[in-house]
């Protein structure tokens, strides 16, 4: 039995996942809770956020995120992907930074104008 605080929404509901009952979830308020239970122990993924360097703007560096989740092991390979990216401004909100980060589909978005 694996617990876990359920990050979906603000409750925080307290889950219990059996992982030898086909990962039951227990203790979610919703369905979502349940979802995100079963994702975490079988496949879990994260949205990554991190900046990249910018010249001609007002500041040296733009935030960024991917535009879905990927999978949670490749986390510090798809940071690192970012290490030689420079934008030049202007940059619009939403512009496409990197395309399909460590062969997962997702890519890097600006989440700010520059």
């Given at each position: 039995?694996?617990?876990?605080?359920?990050?979906?929404?603000?409750?925080?509901?307290?889950l219990?996942?059996?992982?030898?009952?086909?990962?039951?979830?227990?203790?979610?308020?919703?369905?979502?809770?349940?979802?995100?239970?079963?994702?975490?122990?079988?496949?879990?993924?994260?949205?990554?956020?991190?900046?990249?360097?910018?010249?001609?703007?007002?500041?040296?560096?733009?935030?960024?995120?991917?535009?879905?989740?990927?999978?949670?092991?490749?986390?510090?390979?798809?940071?690192?992907a970012?290490?030689?990216?420079?934008?030049?401004?202007?940059?619009?909100?939403?512009?496409?930074?990197?395309?399909?980060?460590?062969?997962?589909?997702?890519s890097?978005?600006?989440?700010?104008?520059?």
């Amino acid at each position: 039995m694996k617990h876990l605080i359920c990050i979906v929404c603000p409750r925080g509901c307290r889950l219990a996942v059996d992982e030898e009952q086909d990962y039951a979830v227990t203790g979610n308020g919703c369905p979502r809770g349940a979802e995100y239970g079963r994702i975490e122990l079988t496949n879990p993924t994260r949205v990554v956020t991190s900046t990249v360097r910018c010249v001609g703007g007002v500041h040296p560096r733009c935030p960024v995120k991917t535009d879905k989740p990927i999978p949670k092991a490749l986390v510090r390979a798809a940071a690192s992907a970012l290490d030689g990216v420079t934008l030049t401004a202007p940059a619009e909100l939403g512009q496409v930074v990197l395309t399909d980060v460590c062969g997962t589909g997702a890519s890097f978005i600006t989440t700010r104008a520059i």
